[in-house]
């Protein structure tokens, strides 16, 4: 039998959609447990890295440097570490989902206004706007495709680490991926599995989606006449 | 009005890009400042709307000291063009040009309106309001820059190298519409560029500056070709300025001989007659071409001039209109050595030959020489 | 922390050690070597990159973990597994980087190297590739940094890396014990980066450091 068959016998087996350890239930508390961190690090990150961006100088080339370092960190370790000195409580899944959210979209906010155009930053001055207006109505706008792209990474590497937590003890999907584990049966942890991809792929298309969407026209077409 | 008093910018690791400099650019005249690179223009001007603060000195612009007036504020009162336009990628062309209004608190509805009369200003089709700025060509571009920088009537307009970036056509075609733009506007101009002839062209006055920041001579143009004050000056004013200078000077003065110009129903023996080694041949008042005597003399004498092979016209000057420059190129380019001169309509006047276009331009050396005299007594003092 | 626990039990620290490098740099060098192909094909037809980068997008939101388990049946609870995937996850990371330097060769260097009669073949090796060579071995580094960190997530399954020290650090309330293991695995990766940022330097003697 093959992983996906497996799988789809496990999904559709009507006995995991009732009860409280239901799949609709793991799915939802999986979507509370991402979204929650991302947006925590979005609020922290994106003012941060519009800050650091529109500084430039060696303070960004620092920021950058520090994405090798950040990627480096085994979040199954962080986790672990959390778990044992703040046992299961909230902070021990939200602080390292958090820390571990926020390098992208640091790094993305801060290269997307760095990387404005100075002739169009030397414009913006000049016209007579002040340092808020300028960043808010130029460089802002001119930075969201690598925002949304910082937001995008974040997403899905929290989506991804989120599965992980259920190893400590948190619910969401994780949790038919351990709990068959343990049991010896690989249907749960094929479906549980094949979920988590489900909703890694949502999450990598909305986000499409969304930059689609929010990306100002003129942007837009300039980078498609690019590629 | 700007006025410089002794503006000095050093830099933290000591070069100076400008050197106490004393400049006063007069109301709705176009300054230009120009020189090699490094030599301090582009702080200079962007010392006037605040990119850039002087390390010593005060810059006034209509009386007031700059330093006092918030800096957002200053530049919202000042256009600024740059070299590679700073175009806002993420707006339209119409939101591009509106952006001071709109900054000052306009409705978008009223600004996007002053946006449309702004393009049909600078010569943009109506139609390219809604495009965005990468959609348009490097000429276009430079034009919407000018645009944005007029949206809100600002009396002083600074241009850093503006025209620099396109190709010598489009160049020569902004120009001419900045020299158009200003004679409708009067604003105060100050602009920026390496190209002497840029500046000769648009400049009513023209500071040629020393490398460091210094000025080496402040002039309108023609006197910057007639009266270089030292051999820096000379030189980077280029070598053949004896005969650039020559389009300062009107062909009006001109002396024409009407004798050589025969129309084309008149016979070789009438052209023969008129005793001239070359007739210009005419058709309903306009130049047709020229023939040589040696030719005339081997045909029959009825042969109306029409039916004589010609030699081409080549270039024709303006009499009222063109420049001793403009006469000179014209009978160096005419194959009997003589320039023909037209009329506003085009209608034949006469020729001028080498010896009458010699008068003329020893005249005007002449009154050449008076103005570099006065030049040197003005910055000498009169001889002992 | 109990230090003494370290020299104690050294053997098996240096041995998941060496198992954790080779499950994050062995899967990145075959990413490397697939995605190279691929990219120079990709840069050249442009019509290829569009659905190659999509393909490329979905694999990489794919959680390592998820396709561990779903390798599992076709390979079973071994080392493999866990190649394969993090392989996958290296061409997600490597391959735009590829196809990202070659783009980055001004086209007038191409063109004077043709004009002088290089053929295609002797230009990709002897310019292309080259000049491309900062931007693929960044992509590298990212690959070798975020997979030897993935590897030990491994051990979840089963495949014996540094991730056992957490596993067998919380089984046993020891904290030193995954104190070690986070702290070699971010070494370990770093050093890794380092070497890489080493090489690069020495086959782009041209560049400039800043």
Redesign the interface.
Do not use: D, K
């Given at each position: 039998m093959s992983f996906f068959s497996y799988a789809w016998d496990w999904i559709t087996s009507s006995a995991n959609w009732h009860g409280s350890d239901s799949i609709p239930h793991q799915v939802l508390a999986h979507i509370g447990y991402s979204a929650l961190p991302l947006l925590i690090a979005a609020v922290i990150a994106i003012p941060a890295g519009v800050a650091i961006g529109h500084r430039g100088g060696r303070l960004a080339n620092v920021v950058i440097n520090v994405a090798n370092a950040w990627r480096s960190i085994p979040t199954l370790g962080l986790l672990i570490l959390l778990a044992v000195f703040l046992g299961f409580s909230a902070l021990t899944w939200l602080l390292p989902l958090v820390v571990l959210a926020i390098p992208p979209i640091l790094i993305n906010a801060a290269a997307g206004v760095a990387g404005v155009d100075p002739g169009v930053r030397d414009a913006a001055t000049g016209v007579g706007m002040t340092t808020w207006q300028q960043i808010l109505r130029v460089e802002v706008p001119i930075a969201v495709p690598l925002i949304l792209l910082g937001l995008r990474t974040s997403a899905i590497f929290v989506v991804a680490t989120a599965t992980i937590a259920a190893y400590i003890g948190l619910g969401g999907l994780g949790r038919f991926i351990f709990d068959g584990l343990a049991s010896n049966e690989y249907g749960p942890v094929a479906g549980g599995a094949l979920l988590v991809v489900f909703l890694a792929v949502l999450v990598l298309v909305l986000f499409t989606v969304l930059t689609r969407l929010l990306t100002p026209a003129g942007l837009r077409q300039q980078a498609e006449t690019e590629n | 009005m700007i006025t410089f008093e002794a503006v000095t910018k050093r830099y933290p690791d000591g070069t100076v890009a400008v050197d106490a400099l004393d400049l006063e650019v007069p109301a709705g005249k176009t300054m230009v400042l120009v020189g090699p690179s490094g030599c301090g223009k582009t702080t200079s001007l962007r010392m006037i709307?605040r990119?850039v603060e002087p390390t010593q000195g005060t810059i006034l612009l209509d009386g007031t000291d700059i330093k006092e007036r918030n800096p957002?504020?200053?530049?919202?009162?000042?256009g600024?063009v740059?070299?590679?336009?700073?175009?806002?990628?993420?707006?339209?062309i119409e939101d591009n040009i509106a952006?001071?209004p709109v900054?000052n608190g306009w409705p978008r509805k009223k600004a996007r309106a002053r946006a449309s009369e702004l393009m049909a200003l600078v010569g943009l089709d109506s139609e390219l309001a809604k495009r965005?700025?990468?959609?348009l060509s490097g000429g276009q571009q430079q034009r919407v820059?000018v645009a944005?920088?007029l949206a809100a009537d600002p009396p002083v307009l600074l241009m850093d190298e503006p025209f620099s970036a396109v190709d010598p056509v489009v160049r020569a075609s902004l120009q001419d519409q900045l020299l158009s733009l200003q004679a409708e506007l009067r604003k105060t101009i100050v602009l920026v560029t390496h190209d002497i002839e840029e500046a000769i062209k648009v400049g009513d006055l023209v500071a040629l500056f020393r490398p460091h920041g210094k000025i080496a001579q402040l002039a309108p143009p023609e006197e910057l070709l007639a009266a270089p004050v030292d051999d820096y000056v000379a030189d980077f004013v280029g070598f053949d300025r004896g005969i650039r200078r020559l389009s300062f000077v009107p062909a009006a003065g001109l002396n024409l001989d009407a004798g050589p110009v025969l129309p084309a129903a008149a016979t070789v023996a009438e052209a023969l007659a008129a005793a001239r080694p070359w007739i210009c041949v005419t058709d309903a008042g306009r130049p047709v071409g020229w023939v040589d005597a040696t030719t005339l003399g081997a045909l029959p004498g009825g042969t109306p001039l029409g039916q004589v092979p010609a030699e081409p016209i080549g270039h024709s000057f303006t009499a009222g209109g063109d420049s001793l420059r403009a006469a000179l190129d014209a009978a160096v380019l005419s194959p009997a050595g003589q320039a023909v001169a037209v009329d506003g309509d085009g209608q034949v006047l006469g020729v001028a030959t080498f010896d009458q276009l010699r008068d003329a331009i020893q005249a005007a050396e002449g009154s050449s020489r008076r103005q570099a005299r006065q030049v040197q007594h003005a910055q000498q003092g009169p001889p002992t | 922390m109990m230090w003494s626990w370290i020299p104690g039990n050294w053997p098996l620290i240096w041995q998941l050690t060496r198992e954790n490098a080779y499950l994050g740099v062995v899967p990145a060098l075959v990413g490397l070597v697939i995605s190279l192909p691929l990219g120079v094909v990709a840069a050249r037809w442009r019509w290829f990159y569009p659905p190659m980068l999509a393909a490329v997008n979905i694999l990489y939101a794919v959680p390592s973990l998820a396709l561990f388990i779903a390798l599992i049946p076709a390979f079973g609870l071994t080392d493999t597994t866990v190649v394969i995937a993090l392989t996958v996850f290296s061409l997600c990371v490597i391959l735009p980087n590829v196809v990202a330097g070659m783009r980055s060769v001004p086209p007038a260097t191409r063109q004077a190297a043709t004009a002088m009669g290089y053929g295609w073949l002797r230009r990709l090796v002897t310019v292309e590739l080259p000049l491309a060579t900062p931007v693929i071995i960044a992509g590298l580094r990212i690959a070798v940094v975020a997979g030897i960190s993935l590897a030990s997530v491994g051990q979840l399954i089963g495949v014996s890396s540094l991730g056992y020290l957490f596993i067998d650090g919380l089984q046993r309330s020891f904290p030193t014990e995954i104190w070690v293991g986070l702290f070699l695995v971010i070494v370990l990766a770093l050093v890794c980066d380092l070497i890489l940022i080493i090489i690069r330097r020495a086959l782009t003697p041209w560049a400039v450091h800043s």
């Open positions: - | 709307n990119l957002a504020h200053l530049r919202r009162g000042i600024y740059i070299q590679q336009t700073g175009l806002f990628p993420h707006r339209t952006t001071v900054l965005y700025p990468h959609q820059g944005r920088a | -």
